[in-house]
């Protein structure tokens, strides 16, 4: 529900609010671009979906650069690249152009706030079910989407940290490059190249987009006593815990992503202080 003081502003000239998130082929933002689209109409705002098919940040960047030229009001954005898109940033901003991201921050930009999940702390969290599935330790993988992307950078972070003094040995880092074909071949290639691993860390839930029996591999690693931590509750990825086909995942709100970081850039857009901080922590749930 929007607050009395959300609804005031709903007169006047239309507010624009671009919504770009990493990729458009990136079922995961889905709850996000339902949320935003909603909340703006709600509040009489337009709302544009707009990204990059892929997940690339020179794109993205060019992006931006269209909805500068554009002259919208604001731009909510998921960073593929915290430092690729700062500059981009900082020059919407210093053209009168409200600017903050969800998901994935960029920190050191001009942005106005961020609105996503702690990720570090989802990392740390991934770790402490990790260490109590591997009591004894072994040797375990971690799939990640796009290198440099902040938001898994920071999971891996938290991640590593988390079972730092363990006997859990952490190989190195695996990209499915935020694409679900990719992730499955990488995931099943790895998992059978390397018969003493003993469990896999997912910073993203790419694989669980795909058909349960692509993921072979998994299932046998699973059936033999793997264990898998994944990121994201996102509905698809349910039918693999029933399936055993993971022991736990850590989901992220992107409904309130969406709603949030609406409200809160039409505030700034009207001239309102923010009533929420710099750094809005959109929570999670475990399944």
């Known amino acids: 529900d929007l607050r009395d003081n959300d609804r005031m502003f709903l007169s006047g000239k239309e507010v624009t609010i671009a919504v770009v998130p990493k990729a458009l082929d990136n079922a995961i933002f889905l709850d996000a671009k339902d949320a935003a689209e909603k909340t703006g109409k709600e509040l009489g705002v337009k709302i544009l979906w707009v990204g990059s098919t892929k997940s690339d940040a020179a794109e993205q960047v060019s992006v931006l650069e269209g909805l500068i030229q554009k002259k919208v009001d604001g731009i909510l954005v998921s960073c593929n690249d915290a430092n690729a898109l700062k500059d981009v940033i900082d020059r919407a901003m210093d053209k009168g152009i409200k600017v903050a991201t969800f998901d994935s921050d960029s920190p050191d930009s001009k942005r106005l706030f961020y609105a996503g999940t702690d990720n570090y702390g989802i990392g740390k969290q991934a ?161």
């Open 127 to 287: 770790a402490e079910f990790m260490k109590e599935l591997l009591p004894k330790g072994g040797k375990v993988a971690i799939l990640t989407g796009v290198l440099g992307a902040p938001n898994l950078e920071q999971r891996i972070v938290g991640f590593r940290d988390g079972v730092k003094g363990t006997k859990i040995q952490i190989l190195p880092v695996q990209t499915g490059e935020d694409d679900v074909q990719k992730s499955v071949e990488v995931v099943n290639q790895f998992t059978a190249a390397n018969k003493d691993l003993a469990g896999w860390f997912f910073d993203g839930g790419w694989p669980y987009f795909a058909d349960a029996e692509a993921l072979k591999e998994i299932k046998t690693f699973m059936a033999k006593g793997g264990k898998i931590v994944s990121i994201d509750t996102f509905y698809p990825m349910l039918k693999f815990v029933n399936l055993g086909m993971v022991d736990k995942l850590i989901g992220q709100n992107y409904v309130a992503m969406g709603t949030i970081g609406v409200q809160e850039l039409y505030k700034a857009i009207k001239g309102q202080p923010l009533t929420r901080g710099e750094i809005i922590d959109t929570g999670s749930e475990v399944v």
